[in-house]
């Protein structure tokens, strides 16, 4: 959401998402969706921008100097995920869009 947010110039509290697991055997879909009022079109610009948000994403969390096991507000965290701050793992964040980005794990 946050390279989205930078990728499309939307405020990042104007969009928000969630994880939708079908059945506990296969990976969950993310759910992004407007977050002001009567929405404001910003899940079609992120669609059309996908690869791009992604890929800001995975720079953002590459390039943070927090250490690979934790994370920090410059990378990972936030107010709205504080409930899950103590395991937030930059390292997953990195192999996860790496893979999304690139179709294998990073090195």
Not at 22 to 36: A, G, W
Not at 53 to 82: F, I, W
Request: charge should be negative; hydrophobic fraction near 30%.
């Amino acid at each position: 959401l946050d390279g989205a947010s930078e990728t499309v110039g939307i405020r990042r509290r104007d969009i928000n998402g969630t994880l939708f697991y079908r059945s506990y055997d296969t990976p969950p879909s993310i759910i992004i969706f407007d977050d002001v009022p009567g929405g404001a079109g910003h899940v079609k610009q992120i669609y059309e921008k996908l690869y791009e948000s992604a890929e800001m994403a995975l720079n953002k969390v590459e390039s943070c100097t927090c250490g690979l096991d934790t994370s920090c507000y410059s990378c990972l965290r936030n107010y709205s995920n504080q409930h899950c701050h103590e395991t937030l793992r930059r390292k997953d964040a990195i192999e996860l869009l790496t893979l999304l980005l690139h179709g294998r794990m990073s090195e």
